[in-house]
């Protein structure tokens, strides 16, 4: 019979510890340098906006400049690791090894997982001066604790979905 388990003196005593405010979190305030950042960013966006066939040329750009198979392959070991390879919403979104979010613990425990989440490091600047950003996927229903662990331990200060 399908139900609700019973509940445990031990897990709801665990519950009594946790507090819940209605109130938002409190804003983390930007420097100076990623509030200009996104000034800038914000202005080139609109920029853009008026002129809709400069994102078309730069989606092409973009799109003649994919990886092959062969280099995905190679790049890409660990998202392809039959172990992680559920937990891509696309077999063709994913990130390389060399700038791939790695989660310290996750909510899978095989140690072959290697903190895996489908999600990159994004630079702005070469000089690194500027933030660093994380593109992530659309969290599926069996890697959102994976998402929110992310969230807790790189301390992003906002979510920006993007379709």
């Given at each position: 019979m399908a139900g609700n388990p019973a509940a445990t003196?031990?897990?709801?005593?665990?519950?009594?510890?946790?507090?819940f405010s209605p109130d938002f979190p409190s804003r983390i305030p930007l420097t100076s340098d990623q509030l200009n950042h996104c000034n800038k960013a914000?202005?080139?966006?609109?920029?853009?906006?008026?002129?809709p066939?400069?994102?078309?040329q730069e989606f092409f750009h973009l799109q003649?400049?994919?990886t092959?198979?062969?280099?995905?392959t190679r790049r890409c070991n660990v998202a392809l690791n039959s172990v992680n390879i559920g937990k891509n919403r696309y077999k063709d979104v994913i990130p390389f090894d060399k700038n791939r979010v790695i989660l310290k613990s996750s909510s899978d425990y095989r140690s072959e997982a290697l903190g895996y989440i489908n999600a990159s490091f994004?630079?702005?600047?070469?000089?690194?001066?500027v933030s660093?950003?994380?593109?992530?996927?659309?969290p599926l229903p069996h890697t959102y604790e994976d998402f929110w662990e992310m969230i807790t331990q790189?301390?992003?200060?906002a979510i920006v979905m993007l379709t």
């Open positions: 003196p031990s897990s709801t005593s665990s519950l009594h510890n946790l507090t914000l202005a080139l966006l609109k920029d853009k906006l008026l002129n066939n400069t994102i078309s003649s400049n994919r092959t198979l062969s280099e995905t994004i630079s702005t600047s070469s000089t690194g001066t660093e950003f994380i593109a992530t996927q659309g790189y301390h992003c200060p």
